[in-house]
């Protein structure tokens, strides 16, 4: 079965710096997806950045990028730059292709001012 | 474009009773999935919808139960309801199945309190 994991339950960085949330999972596919999930207080899941297993090239989505490292099952959301309204709850998450969806328990982030 | 969206957003049960939650998909999605997120945790996943059949089921009892309508658009349902289904309830919506695009676009869910 996939799991995933999120090892920091609650972080808090001053504005303007840069944070990174750290993410393992668990899986014997070789082709999948993971993404990082943003839900703010207002509760919709927002789509941050998506990475798919078959690319080495990590993920990049302006101050959001990703470090994916597929032999260790890893996946961290680096935030660069980061602003007042990045303040939320982000999970990271495993997609397979048949679009369920497996989630880690979140991170809830902090930003600052 | 509209995207998905789900009623009602919030509602109150008491034990015991049913419930029946409405999602309508992305417009030019057929597939439909449905997630339970108590709060201070992830999403878990229930089941999903594809062309009108189930296809797929999380870690829940029978109790939860769904359907999809030729529209795409999707319901679910919880009988004998507990305290413990107090929980968000999110809709998501992707174009199809195993479509590729690894995207799934969700409703701002609904707020489930249970008495």
């Known amino acids: 079965a996939q799991t995933v994991t999120q090892s920091q339950p609650e972080m808090s960085v001053q504005e303007a710096e840069t944070v990174t949330l750290s993410c393992t999972y668990d899986?014997?596919?070789?082709?999948?997806?993971l993404f990082w999930y943003k839900q703010p207080p207002s509760r919709q899941m927002i789509l941050v950045i998506r990475q798919e297993a078959y690319k080495q090239q990590n993920a990049t989505e302006n101050r959001f990028s990703v470090n994916f490292q597929k032999a260790a099952k890893s996946f961290s959301l680096k935030i660069s730059d980061s602003q007042l309204g990045d303040t939320a709850m982000y999970f990271c998450a495993f997609m397979n292709r048949d679009d369920k969806i497996i989630f880690g328990k979140g991170t809830r982030l902090h930003i600052l001012p | 474009e509209t995207g998905v969206t789900q009623s009602p957003t919030h509602l109150i049960k008491t034990r015991g009773q049913q419930v029946t939650l409405r999602c309508s998909s992305q417009?030019?999605?057929?597939?439909v999935s449905w997630y339970q997120q108590a709060l201070g945790q992830g999403p878990q996943f229930i089941f999903q919808?594809?062309?009108?059949?189930?296809?797929g089921r999380g870690n829940f009892p029978p109790r939860f139960s769904g359907l999809q309508f030729p529209n795409y658009s999707s319901e679910l349902n919880v009988n004998a309801l507990e305290l413990d289904d107090s929980a968000l309830y999110l809709c998501?919506?992707?174009?199809?199945?195993?479509?590729?695009?690894?995207?799934?676009?969700f409703g701002e869910g609904s707020r489930l309190t249970v008495l």
């Open positions: 899986t014997s596919e070789s082709n999948y997806y």
């Open positions: 919808y594809y062309r009108e059949e189930e296809n």
């Open positions: 417009s030019g999605h057929n597939t």
């Open positions: 998501a919506s992707s174009p199809r199945q195993g479509s590729g695009t690894g995207e799934l676009f």
